[in-house]
């Protein structure tokens, strides 16, 4: 929710709903997002989520307390019973995912209390008659039983929206957008192998053709087979012509002695756009019949959660800058496409699975363009990715083996690099570093939750990593959600 977005700007766009969301952590912070009471006048309906809830009982003359408790994760709700509009349908008692510290303490006058919490007193309100409501919890995240019911009566019976986003609209669109914008020029694209770059990749191939190249960097921080996959499997399935480019020393030097995660997500950032420039540069010069033009457009498989943990909008918080975001260098030559950069992870499945690509790709769990660069907590090595990359390849057989592909998100694996623990293997002594399972499950990598995996196929990864991985005496599991914890380590 921006700092200073105003009434009038608000109707020249003709909104039939608005959704307030987003913000820091309290609304007393210093330069917290604040708005413009006049927007109520306007008499649209509107639905204020978590700080946009805040913020929405502040300015109708409702009460919001710093009480000292706060709610993170899983809580559970009691809905009063009869819930109007807003959580009409929905069990009284059920799941809510939260994040917060300040409460609403009094709902504005004219608003019906919801639902509440142990800590929470005023968890949701409504005004029926004015199309005004309010949830403390997130109903966009999976983990909120409900949520979908929350929003779907919100957008259809308040605001009055048909139900009518499919991925073959959005393809539509963004084929026309990214044709505008490209025009008769040349565009390479950065892929990963990852769902996000793959999407990408084929938007923009579906929008220009053969005006797109599609480069894969191998920066050394791949997981085991990955580059194999990546050359055989998407070029097989869209027919985009790739080059793979070898920069596996070039980001080993460039991450020498680095430890702190922020730095390392910049270089590596820094890095690949380096390497795309060179590419630029070498595909220009094969070609006797080229005109000379520069390739000026840089296509990035940039996600919604990407820009909001880099602090994307104003007031917004950043939780980590994801090298495609905040970590772009400040001398970025490209005109950057990035037809995903307003939707969530199941969204571009959708659109992938729309555009004809193989579920092989389309349903791969998720992995960081910057790679096992950021599972390494520590300086990266070649011996510590070497390490870690087959840890990595034994969890990801074991979770396929065991058919749990489709239960959990994704699983990073992490080296504790810079930690060591005391073992006995051999009937020795061992000093050797932890390894950590992260099974998380999630719909927009938002919020997590982390997975509840058998025991039976933790055994057999701690197992083989302890007894198949030199240097590793000691697998660990994290049971954190997001929030607290983020997805990644770093």
Known sequence: ???????????????VGIVLSGGPSSVYEEGAPALDNDIFDLEVPTLGICYGFQVMARALGGEVANTGLREYGSTDAALVPDGGVLLD????????????????????EGFTVLASTASTPVAAFGNDERKFYGVQWHPEVKHSAYGQNVLENFLHRAAGIPSDWNPGNVIAEQVERIQAQIGTGKVICGLSGGVDSAVAAALVHKAVGDQLVCVFVDHGLLRQDERKQVEEDYVAATGIRLITIDAREQFLNALAGVSDPETKRKIIGREFIRTFEKAQADLIAESLED???????????????????SGGGTGTANIKSHHNVGGLPDDLTFELVEPLRTLFKDEVRAIGRELGLPEVIVGRQPFPGPGLGIRIVGEVTAERLELLRKADAIARF???????DNEIWQCPVVLLADVRSVGVQGDGRTYGHPIVLRPVSSEDAMTADWTRLPYDVLAKISNRITNEVDGVNRVVLDVTSKPPGTIEWE
Request: proline letters at 10%; hydrophobic letters at 40%.
């Open 291 to 309: 005109d000379g033009d520069p390739i000026a457009f840089l296509v990035q498989g940039t996600l919604y959660p990407d820009v909001v943990e």
């Open 398 to 404: 074991e979770l396929s083996a065991a058919g749990l």
């Open 89 to 108: 349908g929905q069990p009284a008692d059920q799941t809510v995912w939260m994040s917060h510290g300040d409460s609403v303490a009094k709902a504005p």
């Open 1 to 15: 929710m921006p700092h200073s977005i105003s009434a009038a700007e608000v109707a020249e766009k003709n909104p």
